[in-house]
């Protein structure tokens, strides 16, 4: 897939209420390992109204920045403190290279997250990656500055 | 010392090459027989091998065809070395083929007026691949461990073929306990499958995490210091590494962690703008061993590599293989 104008990164799972003010019709989404809700739950939802995901892997953001070819970036909001608020994991990662590159990072409030038993790091879509006997650590959430955030 | 298998992934025997097939490890440990240099390029276009694993596939592949060869006169037996070297140099964009081949050409020329040419060449390649790169990366291996201190927490990204583990293998005789923390390195999962993996058959502490986890790592302050490799570097210092290195690098200089990677210098490419980034296809992404994971519709962006500026790297750990 080759990308010719600049388009918005989404990184999270947002609310239903998120996709009523996008007016793009190409939109960057963040895969979101393990469970790769960028993947399915987002790109599910941008497929039915029309805008066309072009999903990345989680390592791809800095690349993606650097060439130029992001216009924006989403992050959303599980919970807010007096300074700072509860993201995704690797959110900061998105807000922090965004400032990098001079792109605007815009919040919106994120998708209730079911309670459901955790993605294993060691499969994907089911199938088994690597060695089951592996030590992982998958931090579901973390906090990003609110100094980060331009609306 | 003991080695991993991922360390020296590529052997030759009689004419035959063994080419281990990364995208199987550690599910199962499959060689691919090699018997010419158009089934090695294969192999190296389809990423059964990749990084230390294409290089050694380069210099092998050369002395392959030329045991295969019934060619009697050196002029013959340069035309098939050069007829391979064009081949490889086609292959793939980001991986300097066309200095590993020109190398082995340069090793040719040097023989070539040798009446045991072909046996003088082979000679030559299998003492530059003991001392030339067996031992060097030895040396960077112990290098990079001697950077280490007792505690450290490495985190690393993609795969070194074998060189993290002969670091924690040198950290353990320098009586340094060092633990690792591996990146999945999507869509290849080259963290999870073989650095991962490798360093825990070491009885290395290493522990998996997602690519999106390395912010937060480093804000907890659970990794003291950065290690990847680097699949291309340039003159002035830039490398070129598995996509997602990049960003790691951006993030290290945030969070005023160390950045330090193990390199083999160029002089051919002046900066890592020069070099090329391999697009990949969307499939890549999209599915996983034949399934498909994301919905239909949906379609995918994978460029295989990124380049890191050289002001980002604190320490290249250098090996040079002329």
């Known amino acids: ?151 | 010392m003991k080695e991993s298998i991922l360390f020296w992934p590529v052997r030759l025997k009689g004419t035959t090459l063994y080419i281990l097939d990364e995208t199987l490890v550690p599910k199962k440990v499959v060689t691919i027989k090699v018997k010419n240099y158009k089934q090695a390029i294969r192999a190296v276009v389809d990423m059964k091998t990749r990084a230390f694993g294409q290089f050694l596939t380069v210099c092998y592949t050369f002395i392959l065809e030329l045991k295969n060869s019934k060619a009697t006169s050196t002029e013959e037996l340069l035309g098939i070395l050069k007829k391979v070297a064009l081949a490889f140099n086609q292959s793939r964009p980001t991986f300097p083929f066309e200095e590993v081949t020109s190398m082995m050409l340069g090793f040719a020329q040097k023989v070539s007026a040798s009446p045991n040419f072909k046996d003088d060449f082979i000679r030559m390649v299998e003492g530059f691949l003991e001392k030339g790169i067996r031992q060097k990366r030895y040396e960077r291996a112990r290098q990079a461990a001697t950077l280490l201190k007792d505690g450290d927490v490495v985190l690393t990204h993609c795969h070194v073929s074998g060189e993290m583990s002969l670091i924690g293998e040198f950290c353990r005789l320098q009586k340094k306990r060092v633990k690792f923390f591996a990146t999945e390195t999507r869509p290849y999962f080259q963290g999870s499958r073989l650095t991962a993996w490798e360093l825990k058959k070491s009885g290395l502490d290493v522990t998996l995490v997602p690519d999106n986890a390395v912010a937060k790592l480093m804000s907890d302050g659970d990794v003291t210091c950065v290690i990847v490799g680097s699949d291309r570097s340039a003159k002035n210092g830039d490398f070129a590494n598995k996509i997602g290195t990049y960003q790691i690098a951006m993030l290290a200089k945030h969070f005023k962690i160390p950045f330090y990677v193990l390199a083999q210098p160029s002089k051919k490419i002046a900066e890592g703008r020069d070099i090329p980034i391999e697009m990949r296809g969307d499939d890549e992404i999209l599915t996983f061993e034949g399934k498909r994971l994301a919905p239909r519709g949906a379609v995918a962006f994978y460029p295989g590599f990124d380049v890191v500026e050289n002001n980002l790297v604190t320490q290249h750990i250098n090996v040079d293989a002329n």
Do not use: W
């Open chain 1, 1 to 151: 897939m080759q990308i010719n104008n600049k388009i918005p990164l989404i990184f999270g799972n947002p609310d239903v209420s998120f996709y009523e003010t996008l007016e793009e019709k190409k939109v960057f989404v963040a895969e979101l390992r393990p469970g790769l809700e960028g993947m399915n739950a987002v790109a599910s939802v941008l497929l039915k109204k029309k805008i066309t995901p072009v999903l990345i892997c989680d390592n791809m953001l800095g690349f993606c920045m650097k060439q130029g070819l992001v216009s924006k970036v989403f992050i959303f909001t599980h919970a807010v403190s007096k300074d700072s608020i509860l993201c995704r994991t690797g959110s900061l990662i998105a807000a922090l290279l965004a400032r990098e590159h001079k792109i605007p990072v815009y919040l919106f409030k994120a998708k209730t997250p079911s309670v459901s038993k955790q993605a294993s790091l060691l499969k994907i879509g089911n199938k088994k990656v690597t060695a089951s006997s592996l030590k992982t650590y998958v931090p579901l959430f973390e906090e990003v500055s609110k100094t980060l955030i331009e609306g």
